[in-house]
């Protein structure tokens, strides 16, 4: 498995990765990871997984695929499977020729000459798939596609049913691993002048937050905050919340899984088509491009406000995600690459 996670792409990759990765385990299939630097290791190492370093530019990857290769080698790999925006249809095509090679999408950048082709993402769509590998004339790979694939840790699996709160107490505030546009600190600093009574703030953050040292001072002087960081147990952290405000990233699946209402908002173009999907369909409220509104923050809280006042709609919302997120979705995904590998869908 191929992924990196750093400050400025955060732990998305990767944490997916290791949830396949853990599924495939529990079906006796052997799995290791390939990175860049030392310093993505650290995840799948506590992980008890075996972690080759590439020594190469997570963003010029076509320099890594001799190395790659004869890792892929060495391992014995039958199967690659790669999660970066910054593969290239040169490099696929290279490791392509070395071992059955699959990749995790979620943007249609453009038809990816991989055998197999993963996008669990809610408004993940085979017909778009086929339009796009048709026009490049490019074979279509073997697909897995949709949400009931999405690969959540084995803890998220068949969460019970919870009484939704009538008043909301405690709202938890997740903007991703990495936070590169400093968004807990400029929440937390308009928050300051619009606190809201009787709830306490809850932020989980990752270990890249760059302003962490700032927030903790926060944290010592207002007892309504509480910092979770680096948790390793983000599904007690999320059951323990009435409402939760997420960046629409992989965050958004787990949160379904625990059915807990949700605002989500976009801070990167990979996250906008999620974040408006969740939003149409009623399963989260979307609050839009933090990006392109400059009275996001203050906007937002008053958008969990409203959401915060309106018991039914809540309740309607977490109806919604457990219609949509079961938490087995690894599980699924592990089964299906193992039935399209050694099923004779593999392409030659």
């Known amino acids: ?26 079906m006796n ?38 190395e790659l290769t004869g890792i892929v080698r060495s391992f014995g790999a039958d199967l690659l499977l790669l999660d970066s925006y910054y593969v290239s249809d040169t490099y696929m095509k290279t490791m392509r020729k070395i071992v059955y090679t699959g990749y995790l999408d979620d943007v249609y950048a453009f038809a990816y000459p991989v055998d197999l082709l993963i996008n669990y993402n809610v408004y993940a769509n085979p017909e778009r798939y086929k339009e796009l590998y048709e026009s490049e004339g490019v074979m279509l790979p073997s697909m897995i596609t949709g949400p009931a694939y999405a690969p959540l840790r084995a803890e998220f699996a068949g969460i019970p049913k919870r009484e939704q709160n009538r008043e909301v107490r405690k709202i938890a505030l997740s903007f991703g691993g990495a936070d590169p546009l400093h968004m807990a600190k400029k929440f937390l600093e308009t928050l300051i002048n619009y606190r ?137 995904m592990a089964k299906r690459i193992m039935e399209i590998y050694s099923g004779g869908e593999k392409h030659e």
């Not at 990765?17 to 853990?22: F, G, H, I, K």
């Not at 299939?29 to 020594?55: I, P, Q």
């Open 1 to 26: 498995m191929r992924a990196d996670c750093n400050a400025n792409i955060g732990q998305g990759h990767v944490m997916r990765l290791l949830s396949v990765a853990d599924a495939l385990t529990a």
């Open 196 to 332: 809201m009574p009787d709830c306490e703030i809850h932020m989980i953050l990752g270990a890249m937050e760059p302003d962490l040292e700032e927030l903790k001072k926060l944290e010592d002087k207002y007892s309504w905050l509480k910092l979770h960081v680096n948790i390793p147990n983000m599904k007690e952290v999320l059951q323990q919340m009435d409402l939760i405000v997420s960046a629409a990233g992989s965050t958004q699946y787990e949160i379904c899984a625990c059915r807990i209402p949700c605002i989500c908002f976009s801070m990167a173009d990979n996250q906008i088509p999620g974040g408006e999907e969740f939003g149409r369909l009623g399963i989260f409220h979307y609050a839009g491009d933090v990006r392109f509104n400059p009275s996001f923050y203050t906007d937002l809280i008053d958008e969990v406000t409203k959401l915060k006042d309106d018991y039914e709609r809540r309740v309607l919302m977490a109806e919604k995600e457990h219609e949509l997120i079961d938490g087995n979705g690894a599980v699924r």
């Open 29 to 66: 299939v052997s799995c290791a990871f390939a990175v860049a630097k030392e310093t993505s290791a650290e995840r799948m190492k506590d992980r008890g997984y075996e972690v080759f370093t590439l020594f190469s530019s997570y963003t010029e990857m076509e320099s890594e695929t001799e």
